[in-house]
């Protein structure tokens, strides 16, 4: 079941003169709050973030597994812009590239995606239009990402930065003891190799977006074994690797 967002500690109300089609207006606008966070493993620094204030327990577990930090994790602790995570760190040396998507370790992968997950192409649009985020209907600044399984949503995320949107949503889901083999990762934001990464590194087999992807993006998919459906809209969708995935992917409407 997912938890709803505190949208309140993710706005700032500020003045603005703002126009539209006639004379100008002063009064209060809304806008996205945002915050560095300080990311710990196991008691050891492993970077810093720039996050909106919200579910930083589940950006936490999420980044380390995500990016292929750690193996599992035990529990996540917040004190003020601290996040520490302890868990089953990976023993093995990562190379620290920082990608489009702010990550780590972008574009590496970690695991082959095996699960045997799949979907009706009815659910793509299913998926993304349960993307529907308060945040960015309230301030046109933020990104959202949602898991589902068997046509339930089991996780929705807001945040300035569209990877942490995927990190807070993979971390509900494994503080919660959900299985992502078995689920589809949603997104509003862009696709490139260190989004990818991400759902590769947790087991998710199949990512749908409203955006686009990248030649790396695409790259990384089919290498990983995972489906990648991106720009999606009113009735159109690209599937870019390994559409088998999709039932009734090349049947015509009638």
């Not at 004190?79 to 702010?102: N, Y």
């Amino acid at each position: 079941m997912t938890r709803k967002e505190d949208i309140g500690s993710m706005l700032s109300t500020l003045e603005g003169v703002c126009r539209e089609d006639g004379p100008r207006s002063g009064g209060p606008e809304e806008v996205c709050r945002e915050q560095l966070v300080r990311l710990f493993l196991n008691d050891r620094p492993i970077g810093s973030l720039v996050a909106s204030p919200s579910q930083l327990r589940e950006l936490g577990a999420g980044f380390v597994l995500s990016e292929g930090l750690a193996e599992s994790v035990d529990r996540v602790e917040v004190s003020g812009d601290r996040v520490m995570v302890h868990g089953s760190a990976v023993t093995r040396p990562l190379e620290a590239t920082t990608g489009s998507s702010g990550g780590l370790s972008a574009g590496r992968v970690l695991r082959k995606v095996t699960s045997g997950l799949s979907i009706d192409r009815d659910e793509i649009f299913a998926v993304i239009a349960g993307i529907v985020s308060e945040l960015w209907e309230r301030t046109g600044g933020a990104h959202c990402s949602v898991i589902f399984r068997d046509g339930a949503m089991l996780a929705k995320s807001s945040d300035v930065g569209r990877h942490n949107t995927v990190d807070k949503a993979i971390g509900h889901c494994v503080l919660s003891g959900i299985d992502l083999s078995c689920c589809v990762l949603g997104c509003t934001g862009r696709q490139p190799a260190g989004m990818v990464s991400k759902a590769v590194n947790v087991g998710i087999p199949i990512v749908i977006s409203k955006a686009a992807t990248t030649d790396e993006g695409v790259r990384l998919a089919r290498e990983a074994g995972l489906t990648l459906v991106c720009r999606v809209k009113e009735g159109r969708f690209c599937v870019y690797a390994h559409p088998e995935r999709i039932r009734r992917l090349k049947e015509t409407d009638s």
